[in-house]
């Protein structure tokens, strides 16, 4: 489901909206007329301006870019930000190398591996990544998602000048709009790296309200990765030292083919592919 407007919440910000909506060719809607309104108004707008159900816009909010969806009772949105006290208490007072995340890419010591994340979403793993010394790149594919990620980071970047910290974090890491696969594909020899990160994107839960809102929103703009085990062939064949994929407890492997190693989160657990580079 690809958004269908860019919406934008004040006057300030019809500019960006229009060059927004201009790289997407999608209409602009001014919507400062319901900023402080209820929601019941907000979603009462939205709907006048497109007879649809339910669908998902862009909107402009106080120069943070966001993702809209609107449904017959209500309104979600998710933006990406890596400046938050969610965020910033993670990095904090995280597990560090002792995560389960930072085990199954290979962190030990000092080194850090560098980590190709080619399903990047909303950066969340990515940024955990980064912030414990990899050097990550991040490939997504769908358009509306790399602007948001292409939001975060700018919008990071200027408000940690004063973070040495967390501007470093930031520098380590790189947003590529591009196919997965495809990418993989036309990788270099020089340019491979040592870990590649998948995170495919499945079916919902049947219990959809145990699904926080921003998987949601992502499953309805995303859909389900139907080439998860296309995806996964090729980052075999590009890892220098190996391949991990993030799955449900419960979900068996991709493609049906058993890693060689597992590690076991909180929530997810971690399929290790080794590879000899």
Same mark, same amino acid.
């Given at each position: ?13 019809a ?24 929601t ?16 998902? +816009? ?9 993702l ?21 208490y ?6 560090g ?5 930072? $085990? ?6 000092? +080194? ?33 998602l790399?602007? *948001? ?5 700018? $919008? ?6 004063? @973070? ?7 520098? $380590? ?5 591009? @196919? ?6 036309? *990788?270099?020899?020089e +340019? ?31 859909g389900?990765?139907? @080439?998860?085990?296309?995806? *996964? ?9 190996r ?35």
């Amino acid at each position: 489901m690809d958004p269908i407007a860019v919406f934008y919440l004040s006057a300030d910000l019809a500019v960006a909206a229009s060059a927004l909506a201009s790289r997407h060719s999608l209409p602009v809607v001014d919507a400062s007329a319901v900023t402080d309104a209820r929601t019941k108004h907000q979603l009462s707008f939205y709907r006048k301006q497109f007879e649809a159900p339910k669908f998902v +816009a862009f909107l402009l909010e106080q120069g943070v870019l966001k993702l809209l969806q609107v449904e017959v009772d209500r309104v979600v949105t998710i933006a990406v930000d890596f400046t938050s006290p969610e965020v910033n208490y993670r990095r904090l007072n995280g597990g560090g190398r002792g995560e389960a995340i930072a $085990r199954a890419v290979g962190l030990r010591g000092e +080194a850090a591996p560098s980590v190709l994340d080619a399903t990047a979403g909303l950066g969340g793993d990515a940024y955990v990544l980064a912030s414990l010394g990899c050097q990550v790149r991040m490939l997504e594919r769908v358009p509306a998602l790399a602007e *948001l990620l292409a939001d975060g980071l700018s $919008r990071g970047v200027a408000a940690s000048v004063s @973070d040495s910290d967390s501007s470093a974090i930031l520098r $380590r890491m790189e947003l590529i709009e591009a @196919d997965a696969i495809n990418y993989l594909n036309g *990788l270099s020899a020089e +340019a491979r790296p040592d870990v590649i990160y998948l995170d495919p994107m499945f079916p919902e839960r049947r219990k959809s309200a145990a699904v926080k809102k921003e998987m949601q929103v992502l499953h309805h703009l995303v859909g389900p990765d139907a @080439d998860a085990s296309e995806l *996964l062939l090729a980052a075999l064949a590009q890892a220098r030292q190996r391949v991990v994929i993030k799955r449900p407890r419960s979900a068996g492997p991709v493609a049906g083919q058993p890693p060689d190693h597992v590690i076991e989160g909180v929530r997810n657990r971690f399929d290790l592919y080794t590879r000899q580079s």
